[in-house]
């Protein structure tokens, strides 16, 4: 199988910025194509961007649009999420994914991570 450890979260003030980092290891990384993913108290978890296995092609989340870039190095079995202009509303647990395919739906990640926290004061 494929293990993911998140990284990179913290607290942070709004307006502010923080690049989480999602590690793999065992299987080849460029195989998969990854998500990321969140979830607030309370609420469902909820897409935020996928990368496809190359990093040629990426999406987001009309919420984080024009705010957070995903990105993959695959030669260190790594996916990135920087996320800027962060607003208290993004305060979650973000979870990586990975995959078969690229997909806003959580379902089809076969490999998930066990999250890092990310809280953002107002």
């Known amino acids: 199988q494929v293990q993911l450890v998140e990284s990179g979260g913290g607290l942070v003030q709004a307006g502010g910025s923080l690049r989480l980092s999602c590690a793999a290891s065992?299987?080849?990384?460029?195989?998969?194509?990854t998500g990321w993913f969140r979830q607030a108290p309370g609420k469902e978890r909820e897409f935020v961007a996928f990368?496809?296995?190359?990093?040629?092609?990426?999406a987001y989340a009309d919420s984080v649009k024009g705010r957070f870039t995903i990105s993959r190095d695959n030669a260190k079995n790594t996916v990135y999420l920087q996320m800027n202009s962060l607003k208290p509303e993004d305060t979650a647990v973000y979870y990586c994914a990975a995959g078969q395919v690229p997909t806003l739906e959580s379902r089809r990640y076969s490999y998930w991570g066990q999250g890092t926290q990310v809280t953002v004061s107002s």
């Open positions: 990368i496809t296995r190359s990093g040629g092609s990426t």
């Open positions: 065992g299987r080849t990384f460029s195989s998969y194509a």
